[in-house]
């Protein structure tokens, strides 16, 4: 018996190859969008990750500016901290509070103290020293580095301008080899701007913002600007504002206010730093990737920040990038200081006493 056989049509087979060419099609484009989307959303992870890291930094040493010195010379004005709309520096100082030594003798140019570091301090450093209860304190700036162990500090000759002012000459200073207490403190300081940086060393290719903190410590051309705390910030924008709340521009060179000057003086009024009651800061992070499913007319510009009334527009090599901007105003409560801080340091020598126990006569055990 003759069995027919019966195969595929050319139509059926065009109609199967047609279907499974659309199939193939739909999942390649699926999985393409899906991957475009994972790729846009680890830009926005990566720009999100670095603006929070940027807040944490920035906003919690903000805070702390003007403590334990002058408010006069809690904050500092690089040359041309804001030619650039965008791109603004800010620097200010405080003391350490965890930091505090005992001095035994010192000149204008050395600084002996009474046991040896604890920590090694490095050229640059800024020092403070207070006679008991601050009647008289002064600053002077380390000339070399100084290891941990070191009694004797060498001081920069003085200059007569802050840091370098190694004016010892008040009577609790040289009484120190009568059983005088003479603490000595030391000033950070925190510088932050924003750079450019090639790192593939083809200049050709775009560079990427980074945001630098620096200390003055040191310094070498290798590490001119500091320490890299975050990439891709692409902007920094700092307004100051007075106790009212209205901003202003900060003049060194204007008239500026002491502990003993009056409300109602027009020191107090003055554009000099010492008036600085809050920072309003500004940031914007790009995402670490380009963006190219939106169009360059949505990522060419950055938008504006609340005193800016239009978007900034970026050149053309820059565009491509979504941009994350936050503001927020920060209050510097220490610029109200009316007088010199002094911590009073614990004398309990229990074991446990300044390490999470509360020493036998109640005293402070920070910076001790």
Not at 22 to 43: E, K, N, P, R, S
Not at 49 to 55: D, E, G, I, N
Not at 76 to 81: A, G, Q
């Amino acid at each position: 018996m003759k069995r027919s056989t019966r195969g595929f049509t050319i139509i059926e087979l065009m109609v199967g190859s047609a279907v499974t060419f659309v199939t193939v099609l739909a999942v390649t484009a699926a999985f393409l969008g899906y991957t475009q989307a994972f790729h846009v959303q680890a830009g926005i992870r990566g720009g999100q990750a670095s603006l929070r890291q940027t807040h944490q930094l920035v906003v919690r040493n903000l805070r702390m500016a003007g403590y334990g010195m002058e408010p006069w010379r809690a904050f500092d004005l690089p040359p041309n901290w804001n030619t650039d709309p965008l791109r603004h520096e800010l620097a200010f100082r405080m003391r350490n509070p965890r930091f505090n030594a005992r001095v035994s003798a010192l000149t204008t140019s050395t600084l002996s103290l009474s046991a040896g570091l604890s920590e090694p301090l490095l050229r640059g450093q800024i020092l403070q020293v207070l006679c008991p209860g601050a009647v008289v304190w002064s600053y002077a700036q380390l000339k070399t580095d100084a290891p941990v162990g070191a009694m004797l500090l060498e001081l920069e000759a003085p200059s007569g301008t802050f840091p370098r002012l190694n004016e010892f000459s008040s009577s609790c200073f040289k009484a120190l080899g009568g059983g005088a207490v003479v603490h000595l403190y030391k000033i950070d300081v925190y510088h932050y701007s924003i750079h450019e940086i090639d790192e593939d060393a083809n200049p050709a290719t775009l560079g990427r913002p980074y945001l630098f903190r620096r200390h003055g410590l040191a310094e070498q051309d290798s590490n001119a600007f500091g320490e890299p705390v975050a990439e891709d910030i692409e902007a920094l924008r700092v307004v100051f504002l007075r106790d009212d709340g209205t901003s202003f521009v900060p003049d060194l060179s204007a008239a500026a206010p002491d502990y003993d000057t009056p409300l109602a003086d027009a020191r107090r009024k003055s554009d000099h730093p010492g008036n600085i009651r809050a920072v309003r800061l500004g940031l914007v992070a790009r995402t670490s990737t380009r963006d190219s499913g939106v169009g360059p007319d949505r990522l060419d510009a950055i938008p504006p920040f609340a005193d800016l009334t239009a978007p900034t527009q970026l050149p053309a090599e820059l565009a491509g990038f979504r941009r994350l901007v936050s503001e927020v105003t920060v209050p510097i409560r220490n610029m109200y200081s009316s007088e010199m801080f002094v911590p009073i340091y614990s004398k309990d020598s229990a074991p446990g006493a300044c390490n999470g126990s509360l020493p036998a006569d109640e005293f402070n055990c920070a910076g001790g």
